[in-house]
C-alpha cells in the first residue's frame, strides 16, 4: 500500500523525555530514547527503525516489542498506529538450527 | 523460593515425571523429568537465567510459552536454549548465560563495549 | 508550478541515497523519489554485506577500489553512523580440483588489473580462519577486502544526506519520464504527481528498465531472485568476508555476533513469487547444508530469519553508468546485478561528480548503456 | 510432497473443532502444534465457561478441551504434537519441524488456528525477573503445578486480569492488588466480585511507576494518572510483591498468513494485525482460512465456533459437501456465534459507553471503579431477592450471554428467557430446595443460596468455594462483605462437595440476621488476626 510520504515535512526536533533510557525491544536492548531519535533523524517506518536500530530483529523477532515500536515511532511522529506497517513476516517463526534447517525428512511419495 | 502445588482445589494433584537430577553452574539440583528446565530451577529458587549482553541486566522466566526468548540459558553447553518450554531429562547441564555465552563478562574479554559499567554481579 | 529541483534521483536505495549524499554535501538541491514505503528495500538492505574487489569484472573494479580507498575508511564518521566496516580479508574457498581452477582464473583476472590477491592453500586458509572444514583444500585470499552493515550503511547515507537537505519522498513509484523541448525535464509518478529536474538520476534497480523505456532506452537486465539468512548472536569467530568458487553461499559474522549467508538454490532466474519478494521453501535449507560444509561448528547456530530479495542482474553482470547523450539531463546509475553494495561509494561519487563538473576520476566509458553488441 | 486434504495449524479451540467438522466430512486432516500438549488456552483456563449450552457453558475449559480431543480422535483426525510450523509457503506448503528435521507438507486447504500472544507495556524494571505475562502465571500453575510467586500485583483488569488473579488465589499466593490505567474495570464484573469479596483491592486509573529489586521483583510503586495517562504527583503506594503480572491484552498471531502474501489490515477491535476474511473465515488467498483469537480476539467459545464454520466451508471449497448443506450448517453456527456476541461485552459495544442494563436498571458504578456492587445498588437488580426460608440471591448485573442458572435449577427457580443476555430474575413461586446447583453451576460465583432468617437470631449463607483447606463444620471465623472488609463473626454450619458441583464447594455459614444480604464471603480463624488481612 503505498501512501505518499514526504520526509521533510517538519516534526519537530528531538526533546529528550525521563523515560528515554527505558529498554523497549527487551533481547536487542534498544530504548526508548534511541527509538525516538531514529524518528527524528529520517526514520518513519517500523522496517527503516528496524534496519536502522535492530528493534525486532533478536531472538524472539519482534513478537514482544513489535507493538511498542509502533507505538512509539507513531506518537513521535503523531499519526494513528494503523497507519504504520508493522515488519515483514519471515520465517522461521521460532529460531531454529542450522543442522535442523538442512536436514530434510525423507517422504514416502504420495499420501504415505 | 517458590514451591510447587502440592493439590489444586481444582486440578487436583499435578502429575509430575520421575525425580531426575541436573546441575545448574555446577550445583546439583532436583526436578521432575519432562517438565520444563525452567520449572525445575524455579523450584529450586533460580531467577536469574541470564545476563544481557550490552547492559548486563538480569533476565527470568516471562512468557513462559516459548516466545519471548528472555528465558534462555546455555544448556548441555548450547547457548540460547528457551528453558521455559525445554523439558528437563536427567544430568543436564544447565548453566547461566552471559551475553551468548557461559562465561562471565570478565572472563569474555567483553567484545562489545559494555554499557552498564560496574555490576558485574555473578 | 511543480516540485522542481536542480538533481531527482529516481530510487532511495543506497545508490541514490549515496548520490543524493554526496550531491546535497556540495549544496546541490537534490529530490530523492522512492517507489516503495521505505528507503534502502531493495537489494540495498537484503545483500551480504560484501566490500570485496576479488571477483569482481575488472571493468567495475577501478569503481570498488576507488570507494575503497577514499570513502570507506572513515564512512562511518561521514555518516555518523557505525557502518561497522571490517577490512580483513575475503576467503573464496575451494576443494576440489575444479574449484582451484575457478579461483585461479578469477586471481589472475585481478592481479592484471593491480589488485594483491594470491591463491593460498588449506593449511594457509585455516591459519586465517581456524573455524573452517579440514575439506578446503584451496582458496583466493585478498587481504584488502572486507564487509559492512549494508543497512546502517544505506540508512546512513539517507540521514545524512537529508540532513544536508536533500528531499526524500517514499511511496511515491515513478511511472513516466517526459522530454521538453528535446531535453529531459519531467518525472510522473503514479500517484499523478509531477516534478521537475535539471539532471535525472535513474538509479531504480531494475525498475529503472521500464522507467527509461519510456525515454526510448532499452536497459537488458532481468530480475533474479537470491536469498539470505541470519543466525542467533555466537561468541565473536572470525572477521574475514567469505565466499566460495561455486557461490554456493557467501557471507560473515556482524558485529552483532550473528552471521549474516546468502545463497542460492540453483533454481534461481526461475523462481516463482507472488509480487513480492517471497522466499521458496527450497533455498534456506539448501544454504544450510552449503555453510555448514564449510563450518561443522556452526551446525547448532540457530537460524533467525530469512529472507530473499531480487537482483538486477544485466546482460553482462556489471551496471550502466553515465550520462545518455540521446536524453540530455538523464544519468543512469542501475544494473548493479547483485553487488551494488560494496561499490557504491565508489559509484555514487563518480555519478555525483559527473554531474557536477562533467568528468570523473575513475573512467567510466566500459560502464556505458550503449555497450550492448551482438555477439559477431 | 506430503498432500494432506486440510492441514490445521495450532490445536487449539478453534484448530480441534475445525478438524473435528471436516474430518465428519471425510477429509485427511493433520493437526500440527508446536506444544507438547494440545488444546491451547483451554487447558489453561481452569474457570467455567460462560455462554449457554450449545456453547458447553458450565464446563470447565480444560474439560471442554479433553472432550474436544476425544471428539477429534473419534473421527480419525491426526494431531501432531511437538510439531513447529516453520514457515508457510506460495502453494499452501508449510514447512514443519518435528524432532531434528523438517518435512514439506501441503494442502489443499489450510486452516491457520494460531492463537494470540500477550501485549506488553513497559514500566521502570519490567525486565526484572519476576515481572511475568498473565498468561506465563496461568502455565505455571495450571499446565507445571508451580506457583509464579508467593505475593502477586497484577496490572489489568481484562478478564484475562481477573481470571489469572482468581487462579492465583486458588492455588494459594497473594493478591496484592488489580491495578489498571483505565477509568474502568474491563473484564466482566462477576469475574471482579470474585475477587473483591476475598479482600482484594482495586486500583482503578492506576499503573505501575516502578518495580524495584537489583535481580529479580522485590516491591512495585504504583501511582494515579489523569486521563491523559501521566502520573499524579503525590498518588504513589508502594507493595511489596515478588511477583508483577501484565494482563494488558492480547495481539493475534497472525505472522504465517501475513507471511504467505493474505491480505491483512491493522484492526484495533480486533486486537492488531488480522487475515482480512469472508464470514466463513477464508483468507484472501482461496483455500486458506483463519479462525479463533488469529482472526480477531474473543474467548474460547466463540473460537470454537469459528473453528467449525471454517472446517465446513474447507469442505465445502474441497467438494467434501454440497453447497445447500453448508450454508444451511453455517446459518446454524452463524447464529450461534451472533448469540454469543451480544450483550455489554460485545465487539460490537467495544469501547462503547454503556451505563443501563438493557432492562433499563443503572449500571452499578462501584462495581466497574471498585469490582463491588455497593450495598444500596444491589437492591435494583430483579436477582437480587427477599424471600422467606432459603432462596437463590442472584448479583449478576450485567448483560452477558450466558444461561446456566436457569438449565440447571431442577425446580426452575431461576429464569432468564429466550434473550441469552437478559439478567436472571427468581420466579414468583420458586420452590428452592436448597440443592445448590445453582450456586456450584454459576460461571461468575454470583449466585448465592441465603436463608434471611433461621430463627434464632442468625441467617445462613451459602457461597461457593474453591479454596483450599476447606473450612470443617463448626469452623469460626468472620463473614466478608462484597468489598472484602470484615463484616461479622461467622460460623460453618455445612460444607458440601459433589461430582455435579465439579469442584466448586458449597460453605454455608451462620451470621447474624441482618447480615444476611451483605455476608458474601468467608475466612476462618480470630478476630484478631483477621483484622491485619483485611484491605487497607
Given at each position: ?45 517500523v ?6 536500530l ?18 512509539i ?20 517463526m ?19 | ?8 482445589p ?6 509430575k ?63 540460547n ?42 | ?35 516503495s514505503d ?10 551480504g ?29 561521514d ?18 580440483e ?9 586471481t ?48 546512513g ?31 510522473v ?7 521537475e ?22 536497459l ?24 566460495t ?41 539448501c ?18 530469519r ?71 | ?10 490445536a487449539?479451540?478453534?484448530?480441534l ?205 504504583i501511582?494515579q ?38 491480505k ?34 474473543e ?19 474441497l467438494?467434501f ?33 454503556i451505563?443501563?442494563?438493557e432492562e ?21 437488580f ?67 443460596l ?23 463444620k ?23 462437595t ?39
Open positions: 500500500m503505498n501512501q505518499v510520504n514526504d520526509r521533510s515535512r517538519d516534526i519537530g526536533e528531538f526533546v529528550p523525555r525521563p523515560d528515554d533510557d527505558m529498554v523497549i525491544c527487551r533481547c536487542e536492548e534498544v530504548t526508548k530514547g534511541e527509538i525516538r531519535k531514529a524518528v527524528h533523524e529520517g526514520m518513519w517506518t522496517t527503516e527503525v528496524r534496519r536502522y535492530r528493534t525486532g530483529m533478536g531472538l524472539c523477532q519482534g513478537q514482544t516489542c513489535g507493538k511498542l515500536v509502533k507505538g515511532i507513531a506518537s513521535e511522529l503523531g499519526i494513528p498506529q494503523s497507519e504504520l506497517e508493522p515488519a515483514t513476516s519471515r520465517v522461521p521460532r529460531p531454529i538450527e542450522m543442522k535442523v534447517f538442512a536436514k530434510e525428512a525423507k517422504e514416502a511419495d504420495g499420501n504415505g | 523460593m517458590a514451591q510447587r502445588i502440592a493439590l489444586h481444582i486440578l487436583g494433584v499435578p502429575e515425571g520421575r525425580p531426575v537430577k541436573f546441575t545448574f553452574d555446577g550445583k546439583t539440583l532436583e526436578g521432575y523429568e519432562g517438565e520444563p528446565i525452567a520449572v525445575a530451577l524455579k523450584a529450586n529458587g533460580v531467577m536469574v537465567h541470564r545476563y544481557t549482553k550490552k547492559g548486563h541486566q538480569p533476565r527470568g522466566i516471562f512468557c513462559a510459552i516459548g516466545r519471548c526468548t528472555d528465558c534462555v540459558m546455555v544448556v548441555d553447553g548450547e547457548p536454549i528457551r528453558t521455559c518450554i525445554t523439558p528437563l531429562k536427567e544430568g543436564m547441564k544447565v548453566e547461566t548465560q552471559y551475553g551468548v555465552s557461559p562465561l562471565p563478562f570478565e572472563e569474555q574479554g567483553c567484545p562489545s563495549g559494555k554499557k552498564g559499567d560496574g555490576d558485574e554481579t555473578v | 508550478m511543480a516540485d522542481t529541483a536542480e538533481v531527482i534521483v529516481i530510487g532511495g536505495g543506497i545508490i541514490g541515497s549515496a548520490i543524493s549524499y554526496f550531491l546535497a554535501k556540495e549544496g546541490v538541491k537534490v529530490l530523492c523519489l522512492e517507489g521505505y528507503i534502502g528495500n531493495g537489494g540495498s538492505s537484503r545483500n554485506g560484501g566490500v570485496r574487489q576479488s571477483g569482481r569484472d575488472p571493468r567495475e573494479l577501478p569503481l570498488v577500489m576507488y570507494g575503497i580507498k577514499n570513502y570507506w575508511p572513515h564512512l562511518s564518521e555518516l555518523e553512523v557505525d557502518c561497522e566496516y571490517h577490512q580483513d580479508g575475503n576467503l573464496r574457498l575451494g576443494k576440489t575444479k574449484h582451484r581452477k575457478i579461483l585461479e582464473g578469477l589472475d583476472r585481478a592481479r592484471k588489473v593491480g589488485l594483491d590477491v594470491t591463491m593460498i592453500d588449506g593449511d594457509e586458509v585455516r591459519r586465517i580462519n581456524p573455524y573452517l572444514s579440514d575439506e578446503v583444500t584451496c582458496a583466493s585470499w585478498c587481504p584488502t577486502d572486507g564487509h559492512a552493515n549494508p543497512l546502517t550503511t544505506t540508512l547515507f539517507y540521514k545524512t544526506a537529508r540532513k544536508y537537505g536533500a528531499r526524500f519522498i517514499t511511496g511515491e513509484r515513478v511511472v513516466e519520464l517526459k522530454k521538453e523541448k528535446g531535453k529531459l525535464r519531467k518525472v509518478c503514479a500517484s499523478g504527481d509531477v516534478y529536474g535539471e539532471t535525472i538520476v535513474l538509479a531504480a534497480g531494475y525498475d529503472s528498465r521500464a522507467i527509461a523505456a519510456t525515454v526510448g532506452i532499452d537488458p537486465m532481468e530480475k533474479i531472485m537470491l536469498e539470505a539468512l541470519v543466525t542467533e548472536a555466537q561468541p565473536p569467530m572470525f572477521n574475514q568476508m567469505l565466499g568458487a561455486e557461490a554456493d553461499f557467501y557471507g560473515h559474522q556482524t558485529k552483532h555476533g550473528s552471521f549474516v549467508f546468502g545463497g542460492s538454490s540453483g533454481l534461481e532466474g526461475f523462481t516463482k513469487d507472488n509480487g513480492t519478494p517471497i522466499c521458496c521453501s527450497l533455498t534456506a535449507p544454504i544450510c547444508r552449503g555453510i555448514m560444509k564449510y563450518f561443522p561448528n556452526l551446525s547448532d547456530a540457530k537460524i533467525v530469512t529472507w530473499a530479495g531480487w537482483m538486477d542482474f544485466s546482460a553482462d553482470g556489471v551496471p550502466m553508468l553515465g550520462m545518455v547523450p540521446e536524453v540530455p539531463g538523464l544519468v543512469l546509475a542501475c544494473g548493479f546485478s547483485g553487488h551494488g553494495f560494496g561499490i557504491a561509494p565508489g559509484a555514487a561519487s563518480q555519478i555525483a561528480q559527473l554531474i557536477l563538473t562533467g568528468k570523473t576520476d575513475v573512467d567510466l566509458t566500459a560502464l556505458r548503456y550503449d555497450r550492448f553488441k551482438a555477439k559477431i | 510432497m506430503k498432500r494432506y486434504d486440510l492441514i490445521v495449524v495450532g487449539g479451540p478453534s484448530g473443532s475445525a478438524a473435528v467438522e471436516a474430518a465428519k466430512r471425510g477429509m485427511r486432516v493433520v493437526v500440527f502444534d508446536e506444544n507438547e500438549k494440545p488444546g491451547g488456552q483451554l487447558f489453561k483456563q481452569i474457570h467455567k465457561f460462560f455462554g449457554s449450552k450449545e456453547h458447553k457453558a458450565r464446563i470447565r475449559g480444560f474439560r471442554i478441551g479433553q472432550q474436544l480431543l476425544k471428539e477429534a480422535s473419534d473421527v480419525g483426525v491426526t494431531v501432531i504434537l511437538s510439531a513447529t510450523v516453520i514457515g508457510m509457503y506460495q502453494d499452501k506448503e508449510l514447512v514443519v519441524r518435528i524432532g531434528d528435521e523438517i518435512h514439506h507438507v501441503k494442502g489443499d486447504s489450510i486452516l491457520i488456528a494460531t492463537g494470540a500472544s500477550e501485549n506488553m507495556v513497559p514500566f521502570e524494571g519490567w525486565t526484572l525477573p519476576g515481572v511475568i505475562g498473565a498468561g506465563a502465571a496461568q502455565t505455571m500453575i495450571n499446565l507445571h503445578g508451580i506457583l509464579p510467586g508467593k505475593r502477586v500485583l497484577m496490572l489489568g483488569t481484562g478478564n484475562v486480569g481477573l481470571v489469572v488473579s482468581f487462579q492465583l488465589l486458588q492455588c494459594g499466593c497473594e493478591m496484592a492488588a488489580l491495578v489498571d490505567a483505565a477509568p474502568k474495570i474491563g473484564g466482566y464484573g462477576v469475574h471482579a466480585s470474585k475477587l473483591a469479596r476475598t479482600g482484594v483491592p482495586f486500583y482503578l486509573s492506576h499503573t505501575i511507576k516502578k518495580v524495584e529489586g537489583t535481580d529479580h521483583v522485590t516491591g512495585v510503586t501511582a494518572v489523569d486521563s491523559k495517562y501521566q502520573f499524579i504527583p503525590g498518588t504513589e503506594k508502594h507493595f511489596d510483591v515478588d511477583t508483577v503480572c501484565v494482563a494488558v491484552g492480547l495481539s493475534p498471531m497472525s505472522q504465517l498468513l501475513k507471511m504467505a502474501g493474505c491483512m489490515v491493522d484492526d484495533p477491535k480486533k486486537g492488531g494485525q488480522v487475515p482480512v476474511c469472508d464470514e466463513r473465515g477464508q483468507t484472501s488467498i482461496p483455500g486458506v482460512f483463519a479462525a479463533g483469537d488469529v482472526a480477531g480476539i474467548e474460547a467459545s466463540s473460537a470454537m465456533i469459528e473453528g467449525r464454520m471454517a472446517g465446513v466451508a474447507a469442505a465445502e471449497y467438494g459437501m454440497e453447497e445447500a448443506a453448508c450454508s444451511r450448517e453455517e446459518d446454524e453456527l452463524t447464529k450461534d456465534l451472533d448469540c454469543l456476541r451480544q450483550g455489554m461485552f460485545a465487539p460490537k459495544n467495544k469501547g462503547k459507553k451505563d443501563k442494563t433499563g436498571i443503572p449500571l452499578s458504578n462501584t462495581l466497574l471503579t471498585k469490582g463491588y456492587l455497593a450495598d444500596d445498588e444491589v437492591e435494583a430483579p436477582g437480587f431477592t427477599h424471600r422467606v426460608g432459603v432462596h437463590p440471591v442472584i448479583e449478576c448485573t450485567q448483560n452477558i450471554p450466558c444461561n446456566p442458572c436457569q438449565d440447571v435449577c431442577p425446580k426452575e427457580c431461576i429464569s432468564i428467557g429466550d434473550n441469552l443476555t437478559a439478567l436472571p430474575v427468581v420466579v414468583e413461586n420458586a420452590a428452592c430446595i436448597d440443592c445448590g446447583m445453582c450456586v456450584a453451576s454459576c460461571s461468575g460465583q454470583a449466585i448465592f441465603v436463608d434471611e432468617d433461621k430463627g434464632d437470631g442468625t441467617a445462613e449463607v451459602t457461597i461457593p468455594y474453591e479454596f483450599l483447606p476447606l473450612p470443617e463448626g469452623t469460626e471465623g468472620y463473614a466478608l462483605g462484597r468489598d472484602g472488609r470484615k463484616l461479622c463473626p461467622a460460623t460453618v454450619s455445612r460444607v458440601r459433589a461430582k455435579a458441583f465439579d469442584s466448586t464447594n458449597l460453605l454455608s455459614m451462620r451470621v447474624p440476621r441482618e447480615f444476611a444480604m451483605k455476608a458474601r464471603f468467608f475466612k476462618s480463624g480470630n478476630a484478631a488476626d483477621a483484622a491485619g488481612e483485611v484491605a487497607g
